[in-house]
């Protein structure tokens, strides 16, 4: 069993940065990818970004690519995503997931249907 707790949301002026944090329970984090979702107000969950249980790759989406960047700390089960130049279309809760002894050192799971366990989300509201 894996816990997620997300952290770090709020309310920032567009052009702002924040910190999201997601910390996770269970011994099987080291070997966990891990990614970040969001979802804004009657759309879809979407694809953020994810990073492979090593820390060695990341994957983003295009709409977040250069702005967002995921790391991890794996000695405090805990994985970041370092948002920058907000925009007003980036507002939506966030989320972070956890896919279990994901294998590959470079597998950076994109697909809702990939991850194993889900936080209960953070809000980020950015205003223009």
């Known amino acids: 069993q894996v816990q997620l707790v997300e952290s770090g949301g709020g309310l920032v002026q567009a052009g702002g940065s924040l910190t999201l944090s997601c910390a996770a329970s269970?011994?099987?984090?080291?070997?966990?990818?891990m990614g970040w979702f969001r979802q804004a107000p009657g759309k879809e969950r979407d694809f953020v970004g994810s990073?492979?249980?090593?820390?060695?790759?990341?994957s983003y989406a295009d709409s977040v690519k250069g702005r967002f960047t995921i790391s991890r700390d794996n000695d405090k089960n805990t994985v970041y995503l370092q948002m920058n130049s907000l925009k007003p279309e980036d507002t939506a809760i966030y989320y972070c997931?956890?896919?279990?002894?994901?294998?590959?050192?470079?597998?950076?799971?994109?697909?809702?249907?990939?991850?194993?366990?889900w936080g209960q989300g953070t809000q980020v509201t950015v205003s223009s």
């Open positions: 990073i492979s249980w090593s820390g060695s790759s990341t």
């Open positions: 269970g011994r099987t984090f080291s070997r966990n990818a």
């Open positions: 997931a956890a896919k279990i002894y994901s294998g590959s050192v470079a597998y950076t799971p994109r697909s809702i249907v990939e991850y194993d366990y």
